[in-house]
């Protein structure tokens, strides 16, 4: 009786493919190497999306303050040990402690209704 090889090659292409970092074989999905614990690289298409979405953010804000509105962004993410985080982005001007104080409040409620 012979053992051959599983086969990883569907009509469409691949759905498996190697870890960088432990030569593991993972399906194509997976974010996270279930050997090693480390995050696969993301697709260069996806990463070049994300870093002119970060570019831009900020100028929204810029545009948004110079024609007299005081914008405030908040971006919440779920991290890898399943936390809530939240990021507040505010225009190029100075804020009291007192509204510093509540905009961290209001970012410690929104992590909350996320």
Same mark, same amino acid.
């Given at each position: 009786?012979? /053992? +051959?090889?599983? /086969? ?24 996270? +190497?279930?050997? +090693? ?7 260069? #298409? ?14 929204? $804000? ?9 914008? /405030?962004?908040? $971006?919440?993410?779920?991290? #890898?040990?399943?936390?809530?985080? +939240?990021? &507040? $982005?505010?225009? #190029? ?12 409040? &209001? ?8």
């Amino acid at each position: 009786m012979s /053992v +051959c090889n599983p /086969v990883f090659i569907m009509p469409g292409g691949s759905t498996k493919k190697t870890c960088p970092f432990c030569q593991s074989i993972l399906f194509c999905a997976q974010k996270i +190497c279930a050997h +090693c614990l480390k995050e696969q690289p993301k697709k260069q #298409r996806l990463e070049k999306k994300l870093k002119r979405f970060d570019e831009k953010r900020e100028d929204w $804000l810029e545009k948004l303050h110079a024609i007299g509105f005081k914008p /405030v962004l908040l $971006l919440g993410k779920e991290t #890898r040990k399943k936390e809530r985080k +939240c990021e &507040i $982005l505010t225009p #190029r001007c100075t804020l009291t402690a007192y509204a510093q104080d509540y905009l961290d409040k &209001i970012g410690t409620f929104y992590e909350y209704l996320c």
